[in-house]
């Protein structure tokens, strides 16, 4: 492998290992998920009422809705590493094409 590619796997390594900002929150955030769920679910067993069931529910879709706000926004938030490619290949600028005075004249045809 030439030195172009090696560094350009060593920049995917590098996005790869990057678990800092919504990687780590998206993972805290499912942790708690399941520890919360688990525990009404347990709590669920030791009431043993049928209006505990309603209970269950609703924070199961409270927190099911808390961690799907935070997928959703996790993908609207682009990593540094979006932004420095961003940088390194930017779009040419854009320039008017030079108008043609070729078809148009300001004096009538001669007869």
Do not use: C
Not at 77 to 88: H, I, Q
């Amino acid at each position: 492998m030439n030195s172009t590619s090696d560094n350009a796997f060593v920049k995917l390594l590098d996005r790869v290992r990057d678990d800092t900002g919504y990687g780590m929150l998206m993972f805290y955030a499912f942790t708690a998920a399941v520890l919360i769920i688990s525990g009404s679910i347990a709590a669920l067993a030791f009431v043993t009422q049928w209006w505990m069931l309603a209970v269950v529910v609703a924070v199961h879709m409270a927190i099911t809705g808390v961690v799907s706000s935070i997928v959703f926004h996790a993908f609207d938030v682009p990593s540094p590493a979006d932004a420095e490619d961003a940088v390194l290949v930017a779009p040419a600028p854009q320039t008017a094409p030079a108008p043609s005075t070729a078809s148009v004249s300001p004096l009538p045809a001669a007869a």
